[in-house]
């Protein structure tokens, strides 16, 4: 299943490395990850920490790369509090050249990124 959207109200996220373009290795040579029209793609790092607590207790938070299909723009350094816009996961796995299936996991895309609460951006205390 591809770009599973997700409710992502529940959390709160804060930027911890601001967007970069992203970037893979072909050959041995780091180039830009650009989508099926070669617009290139960027990537941010985000903290996410659940607002409520569960059973009473502060449940931890993690650290996600999340893609997005365009420069955000301005405004989205560390420690800025953000929203997604349209955020979805998708999975994937790895296999070696043998076919056997060496990793899998999630991955986070977004179409964009907007400061959180009241249109301005909240930073960090």
Known sequence: MQDIPFVSSGYRFMV???PT???REVKGELQPATDRDGVPAFV???FAKP???VNGRRAKGEEIKV???ADPGDGFEE???VELISPVLNTYQVTNDEGRITGSG???KAMGLKPAGSGAAQ???
Do not use: C, D
């Open 16 to 18: 911890t490395e601001a």
């Open 79 to 81: 420690g800025t509090y």
């Open 123 to 125: 930073r960090a205390a």
């Open 67 to 69: 893609t997005l299909p």
């Open 51 to 53: 607002r409520e607590a």
């Open 21 to 23: 373009m992203k970037m």
């Open 106 to 108: 999630l991955w986070f």
């Open 44 to 46: 941010v790092m985000l």
